[in-house]
């Protein structure tokens, strides 16, 4: 399997533009998280899906960002309109939740977003 | 809500020598797991090593171990026989073991740790 599969790696963006974030889970997982990484913070959780529902979203910053998961395989995190202070490296993580003793989390490499 | 604390920004060892990552962690809770992530310049978190709290024994990983401190609510990282390859972020991580938890990770800051050939 490959992994969790993050695109793109780099993206480097102008304030007010719209920036969206993809992520492939490992194939058979139907746990997936979207974390943010940042100096000041620390890593964040944004939102968790499970079976491709949003079940805490808690983290999503504001209205500005929104996630989708609209099948087992694929999911986007979009920011519209992006500021500099979006500026981070977002992780997308899956996992195969069969119960907490057996759940394993497994990241992707992470897009590092750059809004100037 | 629960909080990790790593108050070692950054640590440095020789190699093949041991070194010990702290961690504290605190919470109300009498269930839960522990880990330890490594995040290298890659970018890419990897699992290093998960305790579970009702677990008395002390995790082990070939060259990994913690020391779990229920008590304390400590959870530090031993890493043995260092190698290059083991420079890296190193985060720890706390999650609940209660199913309305919906498995959120909570991460400390991370320890840099660098290793001298």
């Known amino acids: 399997d490959a992994g969790v599969i993050q695109s793109p790696r780099h993206e480097v963006t102008e304030m007010g533009q719209e920036v969206t974030l993809r992520c492939k889970p490992i194939?058979?997982?139907?746990?997936l998280f979207w974390y943010r990484q940042t100096m000041m913070r620390g890593l964040e959780l944004l939102i968790y899906f499970n079976n491709n529902v949003p079940i805490d979203d808690s983290g999503m910053p504001e209205d500005r960002f929104s996630a989708k998961m609209p099948n087992a395989s694929f999911s986007t995190l979009k920011i519209q309109p992006s500021e500099p202070r979006d500026s981070a490296v977002y992780f997308c993580a899956s996992s195969l939740a069969e119960g907490p003793t057996n759940e394993k989390l497994f990241f992707g490499s992470g897009t590092q977003l750059s809004v100037l | 809500a629960q909080t990790v604390t790593q108050s070692q920004p950054e640590m440095s060892v020789q190699e093949a020598e041991t070194v010990t990552l702290s961690c504290t962690y605190d919470t109300s809770e009498s269930d839960y797991y522990l880990f330890w992530y490594k995040q290298p310049p890659s970018r890419q978190m990897i699992l290093v090593i998960r305790?579970?709290?009702?677990?008395?024994q002390n995790a082990t990983e070939n060259r990994f171990s913690v020391n779990f401190q229920k008590a304390a609510k400590s959870f530090s990282l031993k890493i043995s026989d260092s190698q290059l390859g083991d420079a890296a972020m190193y985060f720890c991580?706390?999650?609940?073991?209660?199913?309305?938890?919906?498995?959120?990770?909570?991460f400390g800051k991370g320890t840099l740790l660098t290793v001298n050939p």
């Open positions: 305790q579970e709290a009702y677990k008395q």
């Open positions: 991580a706390y999650r609940s073991a209660s199913r309305g938890s919906n498995y959120k990770l909570t």
């Open positions: 194939s058979g997982h139907n746990s």
